[in-house]
């Protein structure tokens, strides 16, 4: 299994940073790939940003060049440096971690980002 702590997330205005963090655990936190989503309410959970056990990283369109993922894997702890913010970037983060060879899901409980204009 893989536990999943977030911290970071809080209240910035327009234009501000802030780097959430992802801390990863359990037997297979190695294997899997970690990502970040976000979602506001009503509305689907969208990938923000994911780097793969293999190291390939994706970003969503919406977020290139404002946001920076990076994975720290002696410590298997999944960053996300956030820059520029914008009011549209308001939403609960979430942190995800994919074991594709045993087919495993995890979510964190999310954290909350607010940007205010």
């Known amino acids: 299994q893989v536990q999943l702590v977030e911290s970071g997330g809080g209240l910035v205005q327009a234009g501000g940073s802030l780097r959430l963090s992802c801390a990863a655990s359990g037997e297979f936190a190695r294997l899997s790939d970690m990502a970040w989503y976000r979602q506001t309410p009503g509305s689907q959970r969208d990938l923000v940003a994911q780097v793969r056990s293999d190291g390939q990283t994706t970003y969503n369109d919406l977020i290139k060049g404002r946001f920076t993922v990076s994975r720290d894997r002696a410590t298997n702890t999944l960053h996300l440096q956030m820059n520029s913010l914008q009011p549209e970037d308001t939403a609960v983060y979430y942190c995800?971690?994919?074991?594709?060879?045993?087919?495993?899901?995890?979510w964190g409980q999310g954290t909350q980002v607010t940007v205010s204009s």
């Open positions: 995800n971690a994919n074991v594709r060879i045993f087919s495993q899901n995890y």
